[in-house]
C-alpha cells in the first residue's frame, strides 16, 4: 500500500496561473479532504468529499475548486493563482470503519510569486 | 461552526518532565477528538484520539481527557523525550469521519 500519494513536492507559480495538486489513496476510502497549512494557523479545510461524485466546501474554498470522478484521486485546482494560495497543502483520507484515522499524504509546498 | 482553541503556542519542557497541552471547542455536538503529531517537513499523524462517550484514555507515555460539561480536552505526554519534540495539533469533529476543526498548534520542545 503506498497509502496517500501527492504530486508535486514542491511548486512555483506565478499570480495568475493555474495549476493541479494531484491527490491519490489506495486504500479504497471513502472520505477524501484537503487541508492547507499556514504557520501558527493549524490546519484549515478547503474541500472534502464523501465519496465519488459528491463534493462540498470546507472553511477556506474560495480559490480552490476539486472534483472526486473514482474513489482513489481527488485533485485540487487553483483557478487563478495568488500569493495568499502560498502554503503548504495536505490532502488526508479517512478509515470509515472502527478506527477512524484520518491518513495524510506527504504534502505539496506551493510558493505564489 | 465549531472553533478549536489550543493552548500553548509553544511549551518547553526537561527531558521526562511532563507536558500537557489543552484545548477547547465550541459546538457541544462534538463528538470525535484526535490529536495529531506533526515532526519538521513531515506530515501530520494520528497519535490518539477519544470520542465523546469516554473520558480518558491512555497508549504508553501518551493520554488525553475529556471533559464534556466544560468542553475541554487535553493531551499529557509523560516521561518525555527529545523524539517528543514536535507540532502537536488538537481537533474536534461531530462525525468521526467528517470534518476536522483543528487547533493552531503547540510546538514542543524537549531538552536534554
Known amino acids: 500500500n503506498a497509502g496517500v500519494t501527492q504530486t508535486p513536492k514542491f511548486q512555483v507559480l506565478k499570480t495568475g496561473q493555474s495549476m493541479t495538486l494531484q491527490c491519490a489513496q489506495d486504500m479504497n476510502h471513502e472520505y477524501m479532504s484537503w487541508y492547507r497549512q499556514d504557520p501558527g494557523m493549524g490546519l484549515r479545510l478547503i474541500h472534502y468529499?464523501?465519496?465519488?461524485?459528491?463534493?462540498d466546501q470546507g472553511e477556506v474554498p474560495n480559490g480552490y475548486n476539486v472534483s472526486r470522478s473514482t474513489t482513489e484521486d481527488f485533485p485540487l485546482r487553483l483557478l487563478s493563482a495568488a500569493p495568499s494560495q502560498t502554503s503548504v497543502y495536505f490532502c488526508a483520507s479517512t478509515d470509515t470503519g472502527l478506527a477512524y484515522e484520518q491518513y495524510f499524504g506527504p504534502g505539496t509546498r506551493l510558493t505564489v510569486t | 461552526g465549531e472553533n478549536v482553541e489550543q493552548h500553548p503556542s509553544t511549551l518547553s519542557v526537561q527531558e521526562g518532565d511532563s507536558a500537557v497541552i489543552k484545548c477547547t471547542y465550541s459546538d457541544s455536538a462534538s463528538n470525535y477528538f484526535p490529536w495529531y503529531k506533526q515532526e519538521l517537513g513531515k506530515r501530520p499523524q494520528l497519535i490518539i484520539d477519544?470520542?465523546?462517550?469516554?473520558g480518558e484514555k491512555k497508549d504508553q507515555r501518551i493520554a488525553v481527557t475529556l471533559n464534556k460539561t466544560a468542553k475541554h480536552f487535553s493531551l499529557h505526554i509523560t516521561e518525555t523525550q527529545p523524539e517528543d519534540s514536535a507540532v502537536y495539533f488538537c481537533?474536534?469533529?461531530?462525525?468521526?469521519?467528517?470534518?476536522?476543526?483543528f487547533g493552531a498548534g503547540t510546538q514542543v520542545v524537549v531538552t536534554p
Open positions: 481537533a474536534a469533529s461531530k462525525d468521526s469521519w467528517g470534518k476536522l476543526q
Open positions: 468529499s464523501v465519496g465519488a461524485g459528491i463534493t
Open positions: 477519544i470520542r465523546s462517550n469516554v
